[in-house]
């Protein structure tokens, strides 16, 4: 379900609760955003990570770790605004990104902090597909108790490792979906 809801949405869009797991009367919400800001080392033109618009962002080298400290070469976005009322229930968090590698055998990793910075979930690990396309992250997995003020601080990063010289890296968009019972 959570590939349909891929384009970054205006406002909250209501979904019957039903819809996504077979129950009813209650409703969620989905909100898809870009973070505000952004900083990034080793990918060229970092800031054309916010917009889902055929713009990438590239990383010619990658490290072979998803260590922040040890790899370098990571994309951050931060400052992202939720209209997410304060009491709502935190469904899901996930992390998506949207790009490919030239030759299909690189990595990525992607991890969130809840705190601005200070502790991160626990990293996902995949591989780039060789054709545009989407790579998720569920971000509840690593910390399955997200808040609306954990969520007000979070920070996200997204890792390329195992790029080879000549071989490129491509970034079009990274997102995060949130779902919540409000």
Request: hydrophobic share 35%.
């Amino acid at each position: 379900m959570a590939r349909s809801l891929t384009k970054a949405l205006s406002a909250p869009t209501k979904i019957p609760y039903g819809v996504l797991i077979g129950l009813g009367a209650k409703e969620l919400y989905v909100q898809t955003r870009i973070g505000g800001l952004w900083g990034s080392s080793g990918w060229e033109y970092g800031e054309r990570s916010r917009a889902e618009d055929g713009s990438f962002s590239y990383c010619v080298a990658g490290w072979d770790s998803c260590d922040p400290v040890l790899a370098g070469i990571f994309i951050t976005h931060y400052s992202y605004s939720w209209a997410i009322p304060s009491g709502a229930e935190i469904k899901s968090v996930t992390m998506r990104a949207k790009g490919y590698s030239t030759d299909g055998t690189h990595r990525w990793c992607m991890r969130a902090s809840w705190n601005g910075g200070t502790n991160y979930t626990d990293t996902s690990v995949g591989y780039f597909p060789t054709s545009n396309g989407w790579m998720e992250y569920d971000a509840t997995q690593g910390h399955p108790n997200w808040t609306v003020s954990e969520l007000a601080a979070l920070r996200t990063n997204f890792f390329s490792f195992d790029a080879t010289a000549g071989k490129r890296d491509y970034l079009d968009v990274l997102t995060v979906v949130v779902v919540y019972e409000a």
